[in-house]
């Protein structure tokens, strides 16, 4: 019940794996919890080991990514020895991902101690996490004991294991909503910010950098950077670490700079570092969006500009034709004194 109701804690995705594998750790008589997700097409490896005095160990690495794969450990080995078997032939038995080997076991599979590299393990059982047709992963479970999984083991654990896979699922949706609605939200406020005309470009910038960090997954360690001609605009002065995401901003075919977040602390590495691929798209569309504003700005600046030239020659011409006009008045009443200079002085 409580692995069930995770998903409304809105809580991180890290957060929410090391949250079920303490559970798992809690509540069964495992010494050692291992869980493969399967998450956009990648696989990521969760690992937790309970360790004296009442304390967990919790570790998350990639096992296979887009562009790389990331190498196989005793325990994807083994599921792909796994898939390799059931799926006798399939085009996907070779896929050194475990989670997309073509499993078909749908059952708690107790592994054999040939199968069990770890020497501090006497016993293990494999649980694949379905739900419907579709597997979102892979559990396994392993004691100190031999023959620590009785067979009523086996059939409560399968049942944990739907659970699991059906939280697994629902955090996954509700996780997705919530980024959707923090990517609306940042969206909607750049667009309030940006119609202000009363505020100058330093002062936009500025305030879209700070706009940055709630967007994200960990909106108390990002920070929010745009660079544009060399000048800069962040939402902190720390600098932050090498955990960054930037996207250029491209105007008039130009790249005339950046927008960036970065994280003040380390994190677990999931679809783009640290970072999730649905935060990638928003952060290239808010550097489109910038150049859309620098562009409209910069195009109301030439605007204003040619406007003001052609108020200065309109008040040019009408001081030209002010100057005629008074030089033709002058002109006639001198033509008539000069010409009747000239009779005097013959006279």
Known sequence: NRILSLPHDEIPRVDFLRHVCDLLLSH???TAVDLWVAENGACARCRARRQPPGRVDFDLVPCHRRGGTAPLESGDELLCELGRQSAKGDSKAGDPDPCSVGFSQSRPVPLTQGQIVDPEVASS?????????ETTGWLRLS???EHAFSEEDLAAL???????AIALVSQRAQAALRERVKELTGLYNLAQLSERPEISLDEL???IAALLPPAWQYPEIAIGRIVLDGRSYSSDSDPG???????AIVVGGLERGLVEVSYREERPELDEGPFLKEERSLLDVI???????IESRETDAERER?????LHADRLATIGELAAGVAHELNEPLGAVLGFAQLARKH
């Open 28 to 30: 069964t008589d495992s």
């Open 241 to 247: 670490t090498d955990l960054r995401q930037r996207s």
């Open 125 to 133: 059982v494999l649980l694949p996490l379905t739900m419907g047709d």
């Open 306 to 310: 040619l406007h003001e030239q052609l």
């Open 143 to 145: 004691g100190r004991e």
């Open 287 to 293: 550097a489109r969006e910038v150049a859309v504003i």
């Open 158 to 164: 399968d049942h944990l294991a739907q659970s699991c």
């Open 205 to 207: 910038l500025q305030g």
